[in-house]
């Protein structure tokens, strides 16, 4: 809290300090202009750069004998760049410049040979489709018909190059999108599909596709070869001021129903959003995705020695909005979003408070195969839970740059979380011969409350060279979890098939686990030659974590007053890091090279309160890095990356204290757990025609981990078992991917296709009773796709492909639990007379069976609707809608995890039916009317 009270206090100071802005020039414009057709480098382009106004000369120079040029001294203001060769079509482009730009880097231009022109552009009418400029894709949203209400997601599904599956995830030459812009700016939180599914199409002039650079390349003006591809959804001018939404409401058979009332309004630089969304058919939020949302920072919070966790996914988010868990789920959720810019966008706010609250209740059946040295241990379990969570989050951030060289960023990000938990399981245990060896009625429920509070400051500053660069980076952090529960469990023991015992257990416990850190990290950057860059840093990092678990037994007199030492421990961690890093970036010609290590000390104090025993260790911590990227041509590359990092075990890996949630699987830390470290190699090619939509890719991963942290388990012959934590000094775990994937659209047919094989496996390790087993997992997975739209008649999408899976363990070679599957996916609409629409969606799974699973497990799900749609701009509509109208949805999964091979069959929702009526309303710009 003192960090939190410091930063307010800090900031009216700092805000006095700024002062108005004038007009520098020191901005600076490059590229590099090459012919498209052998990639060769023009001498002697002539290149001008005109005011966007009027048009008067500004700069004017010629390219280098390698094709490049530059041009310093320029200032604020909007400009064309025109540049012209003999033989080769003109180019021109508009572009500006100002506090967030301060470089133009063009990258490589192409100029087309104007005897090529007429076989190489496909011109449709006066609009062309699709424009390369440098590492950007634009296309042109004019160039796609779409019909009346469309919204950006289904503008982006008529885009070559770009996928959107089911859920809404967006993927662009084989990479996937995380981040949507509109005007260049994060839009309602960061969120994606808030944009791409609420968006209208009609409000877009342009989108483009480009990778965005790290914080680190964007401040030093040097590429680190750290990139996420990007959207940017470029609006037209008139539809840059109102407000769009959408209320829909719908009532199902069986009980069903759901509600969503979303409004967004924006005014120039201010934007404002509300939502609210209630019901039980598993729609839970508006896509959003908070594990990125804390990348509106743009803080790096990495550093070895430290971890520092800010959460992420929970119940009630996901990358579709629905609830993708075990069980029937109630869902309320809302949020508000606020962000504005003021004084030419020298200070800036973005906020973001979300509430929800999502009760589940279902039944499971869990069936586990044990694998031990001596056989096995089948389990069989059913489970009836409930659970109830209330959670609260808010964020935000501001940002002022008192000139065109510097920044001051603060973050702040926090939340809470109530949980209430009852489980009730029954559980049959057998050995590898059927005998019965066990039963377990095992009833236990918890309460648990948690708060968390981060908050950040990043201080950047551009010093009097290019390149020359520096940068300050805080954060901290508190986070806090306490929750009582019962565990109450009566276990029956059985030899020859006869009971001959009985455990029981009534207990209480009372766990307070908490996690505080502090962390510093000082960037300083210098370019060495008009290639190369030296990057420095030095990291500070302290913080503590507790966990004091208390367990109570049931006294005589009805109370839990009586403490149990066997499974009570209040422990404590306490860890101070030093950091010193030095990273090099080449940048020459087509080839960019980044190179370096960061090395850490960690001072790592453990204490046990109970026992009053200390350890004090002290851990050196390595983290190399090699990025590697050739780009054979402006739409093909190849990358090679490499990096390393050591791995701390947990509190929870390393606290000395048995837990008994389950009494007949107990788990036990280890304090003397030293850290592993992993070791990562990734090789990618990509090769991209925007004009075909020719995609090709072939991407390979693979991880080393040395002295890795794995279970030790040691099972009895009444099928107890207790799991103990190891580092496994003498093997390492491993884990590959493999990846090759072909797209192109097949212009006779109109037909978008795809063919992706993936490969992908692990090899891990565990002691079981001392004798080390070792698991091997591959899964392989054929898949084609299919795409096709006409306007106003239908469009479909589908894929479908066999997988093929290898496991196997050392200690049961005799068992093969290799199995075959399947799965296709696809939706279909059409567009039917009076404004009727029909839309399907299908999924099939397929598992075969195995030795351990003695049953195929197919399941086909299919989701239908038909709608009508009202009013001239078609923004009323009333559905009849259809889900799993074959009654086939069953929760189903399988997994394989050290020697244990589990499968779980799960309450989830089913067949039903409902009427729904929905409304997008959209007033923009100069309209009048909404929706026009």
């Not at 290799?818 to 629409?837: I, V």
């Amino acid at each position: 809290m003192t960090i939190i009270l410091s930063i307010g206090f800090a900031l009216p100071v700092f805000c006095q300090q700024i002062k108005p802005r004038t007009l520098t020039y020191d901005h600076t414009i490059k590229g590099m202009v090459i012919d498209t057709s052998n990639n060769l480098k023009l001498k002697d382009a002539s290149v001008v750069i005109l005011n966007s106004k009027d048009s008067i000369i500004r700069q004017f120079t010629r390219t280098q004998p390698d094709g490049s040029f530059l041009m310093n001294g320029m200032q604020y203001g909007n400009y064309i760049l025109y540049i012209s060769y003999p033989g080769y079509v003109d180019y021109t482009e508009k572009f500006s410049l100002d506090s967030n730009r301060s470089t133009m880097d063009f990258s490589m231009i192409g100029l087309m040979l104007k005897t090529n022109l007429l076989k190489e552009v496909v011109i449709k009418g006066t609009v062309s489709t699709i424009r390369i400029k440098g590492d950007t894709t634009e296309y042109n949203a004019k160039a796609y018909a779409l019909g009346p209400n469309a919204k950006v997601e289904d503008l982006l599904k008529r885009l070559p190059g770009i996928q959107i599956d089911k859920d809404g995830k967006i993927s662009a030459q084989g990479q996937t999108i995380n981040k949507v812009l509109v005007d260049g700016e994060e839009f309602f939180g960061d969120d994606p599909t808030l944009v791409t599914r609420n968006l209208r199409a009609d409000m877009v002039d342009k989108v483009q596709l480009f990778d965005k650079k790290s914080d680190l390349a964007t401040l030093t003006g040097m590429n680190d070869g750290k990139t996420d591809k990007t959207l940017n959804i470029k609006l037209k001018e008139d539809k840059k001021n109102g407000y769009f939404g959408k209320a829909d409401v719908g009532v199902g058979t069986d009980g069903y129903y759901s509600g969503q009332l979303m409004f967004n309004s924006f005014k120039a630089k201010q934007r404002f959003s509300v939502y609210g969304i209630t019901g039980n058919n598993g729609k839970t939020s508006l896509d959003w995705q908070d594990n990125s949302k804390y990348a509106t920072s743009n803080i790096d919070i990495s550093s070895p020695g430290m971890m520092i966790d800010l959460g992420g996914y929970d119940e009630l988010e996901s990358h579709s909005g629905r609830y993708d868990g075990k069980g029937l789920p109630l869902a309320r959720t809302g949020g508000v979003h606020y962000d504005n810019k003021w004084k030419g966008d020298t200070l800036s706010v973005n906020a973001n408070y979300k509430i929800g609250a999502l009760t589940v209740d279902g039944t499971n059946n869990i069936q586990t195969q044990n694998n031990i040295p001596t056989g096995q241990l089948n389990s069989n379990a059913d489970q009836t839970f409930h659970s109830h969570v209330f959670r609260q989050k808010i964020d935000g951030v501001f940002q002022i740059k008192p000139d065109s060289t510097s920044s001051f960023k603060v973050t702040l990000n926090g939340g809470i979380k109530n949980t209430e938990q009852t489980n009730q399981a029954f559980t049959n245990t057998e050995n590898e011969a059927g005998t019965l060896l066990n039963n377990n009625l095992l009833n236990n429920s918890s309460k648990t409350d948690q708060h968390n509070l981060s908050a950040g400051m990043l201080f950047t500053k551009k010093l009097n060279k290019p390149g020359r660069t520096f940068s300050l980076n805080f954060i901290g952090s508190i986070n806090k979890i306490n929750s009582t529960g019962l565990l109450n469990s009566k276990i029956n023991f059985y030899s020859n098939s006869f009971q001959d015992s009985t455990q029981s257990v009534d207990q209480f416990k009372a766990n307070a686990i908490s996690n505080n850190g502090v962390n510093a990290i000082l960037n300083y950057s210098e370019p060495l030659s008009k290639s190369m860059l030296m990057i420095v840093n030095y990291g500070f990092a302290a913080g503590g974590s507790a966990s004091n678990q208390r367990t109570f037994n049931k006294s005589g007199w009805g109370g839990y007053s009586s403490i149990d030492s066997l499974y009570s421990n209040n422990f404590e961690v306490k860890q101070l890091s030093n950091q010193l890093g030095l990273n090099f970036n080449l940048v020459k010609n087509k080839t960019m090279l980044a190179f370096g290590s960061k090395v850490s000390t960690v001072d790592f104090r453990q204490l046990d309160i109970y026992s009053k025993s200390k350890l004090n260790r002290n851990f050196i911590l390595w983290n190399p890095q090699v990025n590697l990227a050739y780009s054979i041509s402006q739409q093909s590359s190849v990358r090679l990356n490499y990096d390393g990092n050591s791995v701390e075990p947990t509190v929870a890996q390393l606290q000395p204290v048995l837990v008994n949630n389950d009494p007949l699987n107990i788990t036990q830390g280890n304090p003397d757990l030293k850290p592993s470290f992993a070791q990562r190699i990734f090789v990618a090619y990509q090769s991209y025609n925007p004009l075909n939509g020719q995609l090709v890719g072939i991407f390979a991963g693979y991880q080393l981990t040395a002295n890795p942290v794995v279970s030790s388990l040691m099972a009895d012959s009444s099928g107890r078992t207790i799991n103990r934590y190891i580092n496994l000094g003498d093997r390492n775990t491993r884990s590959f991917n493999f990846s090759v994937f072909f797209d192109r659209k097949i212009k006779p047919l109109d037909l978008n296709a795809g063919l992706n094989l993936n490969m992908n496996g692990n090899t891990y390790y565990n002691l079981s009773n001392t004798e080390l087993n070792r698991t091997n997992y591959t899964v392989y997975t054929l898949q084609a796709r299919f795409s096709k739209a006409k306007i106003n008649v239908y469009e479909f999408n589908a894929s479908l492909g066999p997988t093929y899976t290898i496991s196997g363990s050392s200690l049961q070679q005799n068992i093969n639990n290799n199995g075959r599957g399947f799965s296709s996916n696809g939706d279909f609409t059409l567009y039917l007379p009076s404004k009727f629409q029909l839309s399907t969606n299908a999924n099939y799974q397929y598992n075969s069976k195995t030795e351990t699973f003695a049953q195929n497990f197919p399941r086909v799900i299919i989701n239908a609707s038909l709608s009508k749609l009202f009013l001239k701009e078609q923004t009323l509509k009333l559905s009849l809608s259809g889900n799993d109208l074959l009654n086939q949805n069953t929760g189903f999964n399988r997994n394989i995890s050290g020697n244990l091979i589990t499968q779980s069959n799960y309450t989830t929702i089913k067949r039903y039916f409902m009427i729904s009526l929905s409304y997008d309303f959209n007033k923009m710009g100069a309209n009048k009317t909404p929706n026009k």
